[in-house]
Every structure is written in structure tokens, then in C-alpha cells.
């Protein structure tokens, strides 16, 4: 059986920093894309990888409180999560 990837996002009020992670991550080139509700992009970033992990300190300092959506995209996979700035 496939081990699927996984995109894990923690956001820590103390640091007001989203600690984004992923595990199994398919794919040398990316895209992150941070989005509020309304579908407002808040942040972006691409770049080279190096599989199988990918992960990102995104600094929130200043967003509004409220629910994020993360995207990130290979050139193989797409993944989502979203994660809660308090």
C-alpha cells in the first residue's frame, strides 16, 4: 500500500509562527500559497526541494486572527491544510 504524503501545519500564538511540515513529499519543485476565507493570497513562496520533507517557519506577526487556508503544489502532488491564527 501507497504511504500517502502528509502536510501538517501547527501555528503557535507565543511565536506567531505557523511551523509548516510535510512528510513524503513527491515532487523537486514547489509553490506555497497561504490564503485567507475569502481566497485572498496572504503569502507566497516557490522553490526547489529536497524530497521526501519540506518544511517552513511562516512568520504571522500582524495577520488578522482567523482560519488559513495552506496549499502547497509539486509538480506531482497538491496538497491543503487549514490552520487557525488566535
Known amino acids: 500500500t ?5 502536510l501538517y501545519v501547527y501555528y503557535s500564538s507565543q ?5 509548516i511540515n510535510v512528510d513524503r513529499l513527491k515532487g523537486i519543485t514547489y509553490r ?9 493570497e496572504i503569502f507566497s513562496e516557490s522553490g526547489k526541494i529536497t524530497p ?3 518544511t517552513k ?8 486572527k482567523g482560519m488559513y487556508v495552506v496549499n502547497l503544489a509539486t509538480e506531482k502532488e497538491k496538497l491543503t491544510k ?3 491564527v488566535e
Open 2 to 6: 501507497e504511504v500517502s504524503t502528509a
Open 15 to 19: 511565536w506567531q509562527t505557523a511551523f
Open 32 to 40: 506555497l500559497g497561504v490564503y485567507d476565507l475569502m481566497g485572498k
Open 52 to 54: 521526501p520533507y519540506y
Open 57 to 64: 517557519n511562516l512568520n504571522c506577526t500582524g495577520w488578522a
Open 82 to 84: 487549514k490552520f487557525v
